[in-house]
C-alpha cells in the first residue's frame, strides 16, 4: 500500500519525532540507568490509513486526557495480526500504552483495539456495536445483582440512573477502579441532598458473570461504598447479566470485551446518564469525565 505524500510526510515527521525520544532515553540509561514505566490511557478515534510495513496505523483520535491533544499520528500495533480486521474509516477505541522515564515518552502502541463503528461497505462484522447517544431508549436487560436477586433496567424507571460496566479482577487502576472510586465520591455527595438522592441510583454492571458472583460483588461493593458487610445497597446496585444476555449488552452500551493473558479481560469503556424516562441522557466512552460534570447531569436530569 502506497501512502498518500501527505501521509508519509506526518508518518516521517514521526518517526524522526519517536526517534529522538528513543535516542534520548538510550543516553539516560547509559548515564542513571532511569526506571521505564509503562502508563496506559485509553484512545479514540478514526483509521486514516493502514502501514502493514511496520505494523501501524495512521489514527485521528481525540485527545488522549493527561498526555496530548487530538491530532492525527502513526502508532504501532501491539498485535500486528490485528491490521487485518482494521480499515480506513473504521472508528475505534483502544488503550495507548507508552513507556516513560525521566527522558520522555517512548515506544507508543495500540493494544485492545475495538471497532466500534465499521466503515467497509462489502464487510460486515459478525458484531455491530451501538454507539449510545442522548434519546436512545435503553432495552429492558435483565441481571442478578449483589444481594443474588433479579432486577431489571426498566424498575428504575422514575429515577434518574448512573450506570457503568466494570469487573472485579480488573489490574488497571485508570480503569475500573477509577471508575469505582468516582460512583463512590458521587454517591457520598448526592447523598447531602435528600431529595436528589431518592430520585437517583447507580448502578455498576460487570461484564464477568462467570467470575463475579452475586458474593463477590457484593465484597467488592461494600468495600468502594466503605461500609463493608454493613452496606445495604440501597442506592447503588453491584449486578451481572447472565452469560447468554451479556453480549447483547456489550453491543448496545458500546462496550467491547475480549479475554486477556491469566484471566484478565481487555475493554473498552462506557458509562451513562440515564433519564426518568429510560432514554439516555449522556454518554461517557473514556474515563476523562469528571465527578462535578456528571454529579451535575444527574441534577439536571433529575429537575427534567
Known sequence: MRLRPTLLALVAAITLILGGFVAGCHRSANKSFAAVTTKRYPIRGVVVELVPANS????????????????????????????????????????????????????????????????????????????????????????????????????????VLLMTFIYTRCPLADYCPRLSRNFAEIDKSLSGDAAVYAKTHLLSISFDPTYDTPKVLRSYGGAYTGRYTQESFTHWDFAAPSAEEMPKMEQFFGLGVTPGDGGTLQHSLSTLVIG????????????????????????KAVEA
Open 56 to 159: 501501524s496505523i495512521v489514527l485521528k483520535h481525540e485527545s488522549v486526557p493527561g498526555f496530548m491533544e487530538a491530532m492525527t499520528m502513526a502508532y504501532r500495533l501491539n498485535d500486528p495480526s490485528v491490521m487485518s480486521e482494521l480499515h480506513p474509516g473504521d472508528k475505534i477505541t483502544a488503550t495507548l500504552a507508552v513507556d516513560e522515564d525521566s527522558a520522555g515518552p517512548t515506544n507508543m502502541r495500540l493494544t485492545d483495539i475495538v471497532v466500534i463503528a465499521q466503515a467497509r461497505p462489502d464487510y460486515k462484522p459478525t458484531v455491530q456495536y451501538h454507539e449510545p447517544a442522548p434519546g436512545d431508549a435503553v432495552p429492558d436487560f435483565a441481571l442478578l445483582n449483589q444481594s443474588d436477586k433479579k432486577i431489571s433496567l426498566k424498575q428504575f424507571r422514575g429515577k
Open 276 to 299: 426518568k424516562d429510560g432514554k439516555v441522557v449522556a454518554f461517557y466512552p473514556t474515563n476523562d469525565w469528571t465527578t462535578t460534570d456528571v454529579i451535575a447531569q444527574i441534577r
